[in-house]
């Protein structure tokens, strides 16, 4: 079914129904162009006649403040609410099957490669961006064709009922749960309520279509297909190596590669092909599929400037990315070349965010930085215990981390790492 007719239902006395097309889904005014059915949300009443002049279909608003008497505007009680609505009833009125993807870490990447493999044989959409919440979930549901054959959804969260609220709009098919990590602490407190949190999905989903992380000790007693390094494993990865350009893994007797580097990343992938294997494809299908990954910028993302090379892992931080990162980094580049560090705070962990940034310290002494370079107000916890390596050095602002790096004569790898309030990208020039 098209958004149209489910719209017809709603409204069978709009005649303007009857006549129009919808061609594309907005909520940016700035994209609205003819066929557009335009969301309007917050601010975006404010645009609600510049829509229309530029020839919207028809746009949904909620202020009533508004007196738009043009037949294509259409007042609702909650503009969020409405669109969350006629997602839900898109999705259950097509075929589409959805995967839906949470976890504290991993989840874009695994996404990316669930995409990229499934993609190698159906029709497969994906969420764009960050947009995984209340708002990005529904938007990317109805922005779906009625012929497409697989949705992979991100669902992201920073608290109790949020992927509930999502599952309740999107009713996936398939679920993977990437780990249960320290992400959103400041508002849940513990990972046992993360874990809580995020295992909303698991009602949803049937345990023989749920994929997880087997060596996570929140997940690895829960029924479903278990991926990880452990024996116990459904899925056992093995033979791990890597280099300077990927990674090369063994899973279920099949060898695959991918791109990008780091154990985390062979365990994103083998999320990939488990569900690859479980949809039918083909082992060349799904080896394809992963050489040719797309990633969405700032995972572990190559930029070459100059004589020098930034590896931009700088999407987002919590204690165990930032050691994952970390210690993937001090295996890598290790030939003739200077090394270069770059942390920014991690933020949103609560009150234990001064412990887990001096924490740090522990693996990072153990790294063969030339140099280790420190941002944020969060980040002078870490300093604070290291000054007694000379490596360390904390700057108040990140124009001064660019102009420090672009004073050494070396060509140098730069790895930066920092939740996404901190913009450590700013720091390429």
């Known amino acids: 079914m098209k958004i149209l007719d489910l719209l017809r239902d709603y409204f069978p006395e709009k005649k303007i129904l009857e006549s129009v097309d919808i061609e594309n889904v907005c909520m940016d005014s700035r994209e609205v162009k003819k066929g557009s059915l335009f969301f309007a949300i917050k601010g975006g009443n404010n645009h609600v006649e510049e829509a229309i002049k530029n ?6 608003y909620d202020s009533k403040d508004l007196l738009i008497k043009d037949e294509k505007a259409i007042l609702t009680e909650d503009t969020i609410s409405f669109m969350q609505r006629l997602a839900k009833d898109y999705r259950k009125s097509n075929k589409t099957k959805v995967v839906a993807i949470t976890g504290s870490n991993g989840k874009t ?9 499934l993609s190698q044989r159906f029709r497969t959409k994906k969420t764009q961006g960050n947009h995984n919440n209340h708002i990005g979930l529904p938007y990317t549901i109805l922005k779906a064709q009625p012929e497409d054959e697989i949705l992979v959804l991100e669902m992201g969260m920073s608290g109790f009922g949020e992927i509930d609220l999502l599952c309740n709009i999107a009713f996936p098919d398939y679920g993977i749960i990437t780990n249960i990590g320290e992400s959103h602490l400041e508002y849940l407190k513990s990972k046992e309520n993360v874990f809580k949190a995020k295992g909303e999905l698991l009602k949803y989903v049937h345990s023989e279509n749920t994929i997880i992380f087997g060596d996570d000790y929140y997940l690895k007693n829960i029924p479903g297909i278990k991926v990880g390094y452990g024996d116990e494993n459904t899925f056992k990865i ?13 899973l279920a007797g099949k060898s695959y590669q991918i791109p990008v580097n780091g154990e985390h990343n062979v365990i994103n992938a083998s999320f990939a092909v488990a569900l690859g294997l479980k949809m039918g494809l083909s082992v060349s299908e799904i080896e394809k599929g992963l050489e040719e990954v797309e990633l969405t910028p700032m995972r572990f993302q190559k930029i070459e400037k100059g004589k020098n090379l930034y590896i931009n892992d ?3 931080a919590n204690p165990t990315s930032m050691k994952l990162a970390v210690e993937t980094f001090d295996k890598l580049y290790n030939k003739k070349v200077c090394k270069i560090i770059v942390l920014g705070d991690m933020l949103e ?5 001064e412990e887990y940034h001096k924490n740090i310290k522990d693996y990072l002494v153990r790294t063969k930085a030339d140099y280790i370079f420190l941002y944020g107000s969060e980040m002078k916890n870490l300093c604070s215990v290291c000054q007694e390596d000379k490596r360390v050095h904390y700057f108040e602002d990140k124009a001064s981390i660019s102009e420090k790096i672009e004073s050494i004569k070396e060509k140098s790898v730069i790895l930066l790492k920092g939740s996404r309030g901190m913009k450590l990208e700013e720091i390429i020039k």
Do not use: C, H, P, R
């Open 238 to 250: 093995s033979e791990f190596i890597e280099n300077d350009k990927g990674a090369q893994f063994k």
């Open 55 to 60: 020839d919207a279909a028809l746009v949904v």
């Open 349 to 353: 962990l609560g009150e234990k965010s």
């Open 314 to 316: 700088a999407y987002n």
């Open 109 to 117: 990447t695994t996404k990316d490669m669930v995409y990229s493999v």
